[in-house]
């Protein structure tokens, strides 16, 4: 696992944990003090546990900024799965440059199919934000 990834993890105080799932991953909520955990689907391959586990930290670092209860309230479960997608998204640019990628050589539709999303639009942003910082 990447060490920015194992930094993250630290920073909001989350556990690593894998099990055989019917989902990607999800974050259970620590009782008693106890931190929580990022659960991740025991089957899933290298590069997508790596996404999985950034989505979920994506979850910790914005639901408690989204309004409304994610199970009930198909807004607020919208809301919060697009601030963990995103979080995933500029994570992985920003790890795309680390390894010395420039950004005259970046393909957003390449970069996308490497993280395996179709979040086209928000790939592409992310990238503009490293073209306007030059």
Known sequence: MDTNVSKLLKKYKLKLAFAPLHCPGLIVHGKDGKPDVVVVNSKLDDNEVENVI????????????????YQTDDGAHSCSEHGANVFMIHEK??????????????????????????????????????????
Do not use: M, P
């Open 93 to 134: 640019v920003k790890q795309y440059f680390a390894l010395g990628n420039e950004i005259q050589d970046a393909n957003w539709l390449n970069i996308a199919k490497s993280i395996g999303t179709q979040d086209y639009l928000q790939v592409q942003e992310e990238l503009n934000r490293y073209i306007f910082e030059e």
């Open 54 to 69: 950034l989505h979920e930290i994506g979850h910790a670092k914005n639901d408690g900024d989204v309004l409304g209860d």
